[in-house]
């Protein structure tokens, strides 16, 4: 940051920064301005909300989406590394939560591609410090990362028990009691297995209806299985996290977090550097 001009470095201070009391305050607008915006497109989906204030939300969230380009572009403009915050999470989210409104000039529909602003709320855990909280979405995040090859088993196994009974109820049932072709029997599998059972076809013969009970209770069955293979990762983390030494005298300046790795020169839950005590 020492090529930063001061204002640059002023702006960064309280666009990015939470320490400080305008950073804060800068937090808790932003937040309160993407509920209210969110707020405003939900409410224009109804019709006669749509009918009466339509003009009006619009106008609104024109004003919202130049307000948050105008934050865009002086996050563009006051962070020192531009590439990392344009790659990074936020960076995403943030254009993605304004280009919505333009895509609107050409697509009108696309405009309530604006509730995925939402997203930006996540920024109260900063807000709230409670990015302590975040080791725990590691832990959950690393054990479906070391889980992913079970679990794509398990769903190919899922999508082929499927297929097998979609085109069992095909041939079983017809389309004269509503399996009209096999895409459409695996729909009605996929409801049935995930035990949704929507009952916009059904079938009508003993068999058919036999068939259709074995696929229901295979459907309880299955649930119990992704629970299990994502139990046991989230076990075998805590577990390692346990035998890990610990270096308890390391607090984050930032986050207060305890409770670090021997070695670790930043907070594994927010990234700040640590204070060794």
């Not at 009006?56 to 572009?73: A, G, K, S």
């Not at 943030?94 to 609107?104: M, Q, V």
């Not at 729909?187 to 036999?210: K, M, N, S």
């Not at 308890?248 to 060794?276: I, P, V």
Request: charge should be positive; include cysteine; glycine fraction near 6%.
């Amino acid at each position: 940051m020492n090529s930063q001009s001061t204002a640059q470095k002023k702006i960064y201070e309280i666009i990015f920064g939470y320490e400080s009391k305008a950073g804060r305050w800068f937090d808790i607008l932003l937040i309160l301005l993407i509920i209210i915006s969110v707020s405003a497109v939900l409410l224009d989906s109804i019709v006669s909300v749509h009918a009466r204030y339509g003009e009006l939300l619009y106008q609104f969230e024109l004003v919202f989406t130049v307000l948050f380009t105008i934050e865009y572009v002086l996050r563009l403009y006051s962070t020192p590394d531009k590439r990392r915050y344009i790659f990074s999470f936020y960076g995403v989210v943030d254009l993605l939560s304004i280009l919505p409104t333009y895509i609107a000039l050409l697509y009108p529909s696309a405009v309530y591609l604006i509730v995925i602003r939402i997203m930006r709320v996540l920024r109260v855990f900063r807000i709230l410090k409670l990015m302590r909280y975040m080791g725990e979405a590691n832990m959950l995040y690393t054990a479906l990362l070391q889980a992913r090859r079970k679990i794509f088993v398990f769903l190919f196994s899922v999508v082929t028990l499927i297929i097998i009974f979609g085109a069992l109820m095909f041939i079983i049932e017809g389309g004269g009691n509503g399996f009209n072709s096999i895409p459409e029997s695996i729909y009605w599998a996929i409801v049935t297995i995930t035990t949704v059972g929507y009952g916009d076809i059904a079938p009508q013969t003993p068999l058919g209806q036999f068939v259709a009970s074995i696929a229901m209770i295979c459907g309880y069955a299955i649930i119990a299985v992704p629970t299990g293979i994502i139990g046991a990762e989230l076990m075998q983390q805590a577990q390692n996290r346990e035998k890990t030494p610990k270096a308890q005298n390391s607090e984050c300046t930032s986050c207060k977090a305890m409770g670090h790795d021997l070695d670790a020169l930043h907070c594994k839950y927010c990234g700040n550097l640590l204070h060794q005590k």
